[in-house]
């Protein structure tokens, strides 16, 4: 007696005409996408900055804003502040997680109801698919206007270019602007170092020499959770950064068809991590460890360094940790950019906080909150460790070697590259197969060999 | 066999003639009682599906307008190595999602309908637990379990042997069994429950007349317990094997498919091509086939498990032409 038994034949194919009929009908119907969606409105550039009575004109409006999760602190001074400077706009903020909000953010911006102002992610998933779509503003007059292309801060921009068809990024007329930067090093336990009569590493050849005498002493030398599959990747990426020009990784993060990853330098790099973890470097079953508890565990005082991002200093004891740049300059790039939607009827309201975003009183409260502002003029660190990964960051910018994250450059690079080095690491592929399936995997987007 | 099938006819035959009434009374008005059902199932379910079916044949981002692709989309499914390697992990996982459960489910409810146990209620919720707790809190906890430095390694460091522990997701050997332990872990709970209901309705003087006649209790168990339960089985069966190909948040949570691919399963590709990689109509594609291989493998189970029961029908048709 199954429950399925019940229903008579002739009734089965009632239904079962019924379900065929309806797909039928809908299969006949328009393709999807076509219709709804938010419509464009018509965009004035800007030639001077916008005034407060510009703003005042507009009467009593609501600025929408979807942020971050990890905005909130940050906000929560800014949206006063901004309020009070402009009175008549009440400023309505919406937080997402930040897996909640990459996964949403575009079908929002295309919604009839889009929020004026929001945060989306580079590369080609989130931003390439908004530029493309046509659902944010350009803000090169923003830019301009604003004074944003001179300063320090200026490179930051970069990874919010976009040629006009949501190709290629890197280049191009503008759509975001992050006012929040990050960059990658290594982390290191400082009582240990002293213990094991290490200074600290900077540069890949200090860390390799310390690597076999930190082993030997019985410490997990570098501290790897890769259950998520990316934290391996930043390593290799600070090793790829010194064994070829940092120029050609962001070229082809970017999307260039001329450039390869099927290079010497990423051979070298991959050669290097499969050795470091046959040699225990990473200790044991690292690939059933997550980032964030591999980060808990090196805050706890197990393993002599970490190699990640200034994300992951707000876990650790300024007191007894240090951070220092591997590749000459260090990696790094710009958290998720603000972009206006292009169907904003308070464009100007929307410019005049993202103006705010980009000023020096927000970037001190930024480095107050343990982040790093891509302003870095004038901003004061509290304590070593924050004024350590300033150094670093501010060394990067200079240097023009923030190449960005590799996850960037197609939708599907995070798993392919994260799981193509899993099995390099645990001696499964070889180096020059792992370089190949991933110059296979951008081909499909990018078009090249 | 002669008594049996005699008694299967008489039983068989009233219930045989209600069955028919509904459908002979059938009129439109008793569909504005499931209307309500109906329609919500229409909205819920069906027009989802059908929208599905439809993006499965277009190349679609989800935002700018679909361009139609014919079958492309299918060919893709079925040409890519990567989602062969996907489908041939769910049918190791059907071993740890769907049998292993079933014969846990089995023996556990065998026990505790024999033995008398003080506090078989605690015991019967406690072993239900898993069942009810949220996958996402299964598979941190898990993750914990299985760690190098877990409580599963310790114990096995305690017992002598340490040299087999490692870290069991993250060993591309391992990283498979684990996951799947876990989904054994997850519905066994179920399986027991819906056997120990099956086993209520057992008449009690089938096991006193084994009992007479010398059967022990495994005899006692195959012979009565056992085909009793087939319907319980059959459904067990059903929602297990469901749970292991459509199975996604455990894996999600424990390994991401990983280390490398060895355990991706269908659904992981099907979430990263919508939700990471916009490509709807490809992820559209490779639900439906799921769908689909999901109803063929549920109703060959369906139908193995309806044999004995055909024969009964076959048996009693013939006995209802010898009257």
Partial sequence: ?449 | MAVTTATRAVVAGPRGRRRRSPATAYSWSSLLYVAPALLFFGVFVIYPICISVQTSFYAYDGLTVATPVGAANYVAVFTDPSLREALLHSLVLLVFYAALPVAIGLVLAGALSRIRIYGLTFFRAALFIPQVLSSVVVAVAWRGLLATDGPVNDALRAVGLGSIATSWLGNFDTALPAVGAIGTWVQYGLCMVLFLGGIVGIDRSLYEAARLDGAGAVREFRAITLPALRPQISIALILCITFALRNFDIIWNTTRGGPGTSTAVPSVYIYQDAFQNRALGQASALAVVLTLLILVIVGLVQLALRERSDVGARSRRHSGGAR
Avoid at chain 1, 60 to 67: E, N, Q
Avoid at chain 1, 179 to 185: F, L, N
Avoid at chain 1, 380 to 402: H, M, N, V, W, Y
């Fill in chain 1, 1 to 449: 007696m199954t429950p399925f038994s019940r229903t008579s034949p002739s009734r089965r194919l009632l239904l079962g005409g019924l379900v065929g009929l309806s797909a039928v009908t809908l299969v006949g119907c328009a393709a999807p996408g076509s219709g709804s969606g938010s419509a464009a409105v018509e965009q004035d550039e800007i030639t001077s900055t916008v005034t407060a009575e510009q703003i005042a004109d507009l009467g009593d409006v609501t600025l929408t804003l979807w942020a971050d999760q990890a905005e909130e602190p940050l906000m929560g001074l800014l949206v006063p502040a901004y309020e009070e400077a402009y009175p008549n706009v009440t400023v309505d903020v919406t937080y997402k997680s930040f897996d909640d909000l990459i996964a949403t953010v575009v079908n929002a911006a295309n919604s009839a109801d889009a929020p004026d102002l929001f945060q989306g992610n580079i590369g080609y998933a989130v931003d390439g698919a908004l530029v493309k779509a046509g659902l944010v503003r350009p803000l090169d007059d923003v830019a301009s206007v604003y004074g944003w292309e001179d300063g320090t801060g200026a490179s930051t921009l970069a990874p919010s270019r976009w040629t006009e068809d949501g190709s290629t990024f890197g280049d191009g007329t503008l759509y975001g602007m992050s006012p929040i930067s990050e960059v990658q090093g290594i982390y290191y336990n400082e009582a240990k170092l002293a213990e094991l009569g290490l200074e600290a590493p900077e540069s890949i050849e200090d860390l390799e020499a310390a690597l076999p005498v930190a082993a030997e002493a019985g410490e997990t030398p570098i501290m790897l959770g890769n259950s998520d599959q990316y934290a391996a990747t930043h390593i290799f990426s600070d090793i790829a950064a010194t064994t070829q020009d940092p120029e050609d990784i962001r070229a082809w993060i970017g999307g260039d068809p001329d450039e390869t990853f099927a290079t010497d330098g990423n051979i070298e790099a991959a050669e290097t991590m499969a050795e470091w973890a046959s040699n225990g470097y990473f200790g044991e079953g690292y690939d059933g460890l997550g980032n964030q508890d591999a980060i808990a565990r090196f805050a706890e005082g197990d393993g002599v360094f970490f190699v990640g991002g200034s994300w992951n200093g707000a876990y650790l004891d300024a007191d007894d940790f240090g951070f220092g740049a591997l590749a000459s300059g260090g990696v790094g790039a710009t958290a998720s950019p603000w972009h206006i939607s292009s169907s904003s009827d308070e464009a100007i309201a929307s410019i005049a906080f993202l103006d705010m975003l980009h000023s020096p009183e927000t970037a001190q409260w930024i480095l107050d909150e343990g982040r790093l502002p891509v302003v870095t003029d004038g901003v004061t660190a509290s304590g070593d460790l924050q004024q350590q990964t300033l150094d670093a960051l501010t060394a990067t910018i200079e240097a023009g070697t923030q190449v960005g994250y590799y996850d960037w450059t197609t939708t599907d690079m995070l798993s392919v590259m994260g799981g193509g080095l899993q099995e390099v690491m645990a001696g499964r592929t070889s180096a020059e197969e792992f370089v190949d399936a991933v110059q296979t995997a951008w081909s499909k987007e990018h078009g090249a060999s």
